[in-house]
């Protein structure tokens, strides 16, 4: 069974900031999340497809042109219009 809890880490050790219902002595995977990543804002399966849909659609639109260095120089990437 999976759970999520939170903890902090201080002086070696992660204390839970959550309760957990673990027996003593049980192996534990941690995954640590980065605390300067923001987390999507849309959860709903279906928004996150139709945003994903229009950001295809608008790759298609505007595709890069045949004759397009096939790397972008700083200037070019933040070409301001």
């Known amino acids: 069974m999976a759970q999520s809890?939170?903890?902090i880490y201080r002086n070696g050790t992660f204390?839970?900031?959550t309760p957990?219902?673990?027996?003593?002595?049980?192996?534990?995977?941690?995954i640590v999340h980065d605390p300067?990543?923001?987390?999507?804002?849309?959860?709903?399966?279906?928004?996150?497809a139709r945003l994903l849909k229009e950001v295809v659609e608008s790759m298609r639109a505007n595709p890069l042109p045949a004759d397009a260095p096939r790397?972008?120089?700083?200037?070019?990437?933040?070409?301001?219009?």
Do not use: M, N, S, Y
């Open 36 to 48: 300067h990543t923001i987390p999507p804002t849309v959860t709903d399966p279906e928004e996150r």
């Open 5 to 7: 809890l939170k903890a």
């Open 71 to 81: 790397r972008f120089t700083r200037e070019e990437l933040h070409e301001r219009r």
């Open 20 to 30: 957990c219902d673990l027996p003593e002595g049980v192996e534990v995977e941690l």
């Open 15 to 17: 204390i839970p900031q």
